[in-house]
């Protein structure tokens, strides 16, 4: 057996810093509840605060989450800058400019075949596609190609200096990289054309009869020239969306990309935090560091204060008839209740600590930077709790 | 309202890292130990409810593990060739690989048509009475919205054909009271209970299925009331905590740090309860499942989280 890396918690060897200063996007990938979102929007503050600069902080999630760690109420597709005032009132004067995005997939996705389309007529068309407009707005895994897409436009208008994106959960991240891959894969897909051909050429192909006839009988005649009609539409399109795509790879493979992945130090999380780190480096992604979140405090492994729990909470009684005639807040059964009671949750919160240090020390995958940051006593709401975080990202 | 487990198929949806499986999985084992038989699905193949029940890995052939208790995984491709042996009496499944290929083209176009395929199976179990539950593992709250206005989505899309003289059934047994409900588990904290909030509104505008119950996973104890926290705090004063020191040989100071904070997530996690509760439509129950102060995961911890659960149901 290898030898196990040791790690306290709250030991960092290299932060955050360095790298939103010398990379241009940085991309926050990982588990869902972990506090990814608020992780990307902590370290763009922190990046505006103290780098200067214009940072972009672009979510992806198709939950509306970053809103509301930013204190704006319902950031549109539209790049907006986050007030000076929110970082004024947190007692921060901010070097650079800190602007926010929500990615809102219906909207892209009609900007993008505005941009695609051939012509007027085939772009009027598709926007109208009973199909198109279903898809644009439900189809679930349009989200991962549309934020590549997305990225990928605004980094090339060159406007900002660093973005930070956050991601899907991670079994969607994995989609989300090999989303732009996927979708022009899929243009090019030779099924998809032998789809196409027989509305196309009305006369179906021999091969495909047999296809077309179990599809009729499950879809219908009627959706499937919808079907049809969208792809014909669509394919109208397909070299920029292959273009596009082979693009967006080379973006994220270049090296002025590096991903983060968060994680807390719960097991499940953590499991799925691993998966996506080695999934990054087998496809030879730059991984920048992990940030765990909510690390309980180190002062509740200790040994020390093993033993005065226990001594509390087994000893409740005879501690609280000796601390009584100087306790004035409470009578004895009070505090013996009172002290049976922290002792006890020190033990509690102690199984925890100990089991999210055994992980911690489990970790296989170490990139250059690994940032601990601990459980805050109050949430994250506002520019001030995300500076409060941004600074245990920073580092000293 | 219809109690929670009287229900014959539950979706159990939440944000990522809240106990969603955790939750679904105990669900299962409640109602089974009370004679239920219990299918238990898990729609993102990850795995975890065969880590949890400690057997085996899961696919699309239920599998029963447990007296009364059954478990899947979805898989859509599988779940297609049921729908076509069962619906067409396609004679040579070797021939259906190409056509689930081509279908699988079809099906990430055309929107609805893989979340159809997943949620009839559940449906199809329901209405062919093969388990009194099924209990869904469902996609978390970004996705379940699609999913459960699919069958909708489909009708308003297909005009004719076999889909849509199949959609019309699904959407009788989805928007049922007394057959469907939709459970959302949440954590009481910030985002989780925003999203609960967000997610509750939209289920009621978009979808047709019900709000059966909000599952509050991983509530903290109360350490003690008002007054036994005066005592607390002078607990904490120097010349207390110096003469608690001497008494047990050790600095108190950990303890007492580890009690403030304690105090402090309970306090910061009771406002958002509230906010919970203020946020959801007072007919639909909230039931609340305590923080475990244990280390692993598995069947144990099932057990001890379908205890509680048992314990809010009063049943």
Known sequence: MPPRRRKEAGSRRVTLDGLLASREIVVACGPGGVGKTTTAAAAAAMAAARLGGKVLVLTVDPARRLADALGLDGIGNAERRVPAKAFEDAGVKPRGELWAAMLDAK????????????????R?????????????????????YIAMERLFEIHS????????????????????????ERMAEFFSSRLLRWLIVPYRSKIVNVASKPFYQVADRILGTQFLEDIAQFFILFQSMYSGFVERARAVHRLMADRRTSF????????????EAEFFAQALMDR???????VLNKVLPAYLRGPHGFTVAEGFRDRSEELADALAPTVRSGDAAQIRRVLAEIGQSYLDYRVVAQRESEQQSELATVPEALVSVPYFETDVFDMAGLLRLGEQLWGP | MTGLLDRRLLFVTGKGGVGKTTVAAAMALHAAERGRRTLLCEVD???????????????????????????????????????????LRIPVI?????????FDFVATAAPGVREILTVGKFCWEVRERHYDLVVVDASATGHIVGQLSAPQAIN?????????????????????????????????????????IELAHRVAAETTVELASVIVNRVLPELFGRSEEKVFNELCRSAPAAELGRLVHGDPAPVLDAARLAVTLRRTRAAHLERLRAGIDPAVPLLYLPFLFTRLHGLRTIRQVARSLGEELGS
Do not use: C
Request: glycine residues 6%; negative net charge; without cysteine.
């Open chain 2, 156 to 196: 308003d899309l297909v005009k004719v054909g076999l889909i849509r003289s199949q959609t019309d059934w699904l959407v009788d047994i989805l928007s049922d009271p007394g057959t469907t409900g939709l459970v959302i588990v949440t954590t009481p904290e910030e985002m989780p209970v925003n999203e609960t």
């Open chain 1, 107 to 122: 909207e892209s996705w009609d900007d993008l075949v505005r941009l695609h389309a051939p012509d007027a007529r085939t």
């Open chain 1, 124 to 144: 009027d068309e598709i926007l109208s596609n009973p199909l198109y407009r279903n898809i644009a707005g439900r189809f679930v895994q349009s989200h991962d």
């Open chain 2, 94 to 102: 070797g021939r259906i690989g190409p056509l689930a290929k081509a």
């Open chain 1, 284 to 290: 030879r992604l730059h991984l920048g560091a992990i």
């Open chain 1, 157 to 180: 208008e060159g406007t900002y200096d660093l973005i930070v994106v956050d991601t899907p959960p991670t079994r969607n991240a994995l989609d989300f990289l090999d989303a732009p």
């Open chain 1, 260 to 271: 983060i992945v968060v994680s807390t130090l719960e097991a499940v999380p953590l499991r």
């Open chain 2, 45 to 87: 193949a990850k795995g975890d409810i065969a880590a949890y029940f400690e057997t085996g890995p899961t696919n699309f052939t239920p599998r029963q593990v447990l007296p009364s208790l059954s478990l899947m995984s979805m898989d859509t491709e599988a779940s297609l060739r049921e729908y076509l042996r069962l619906n």
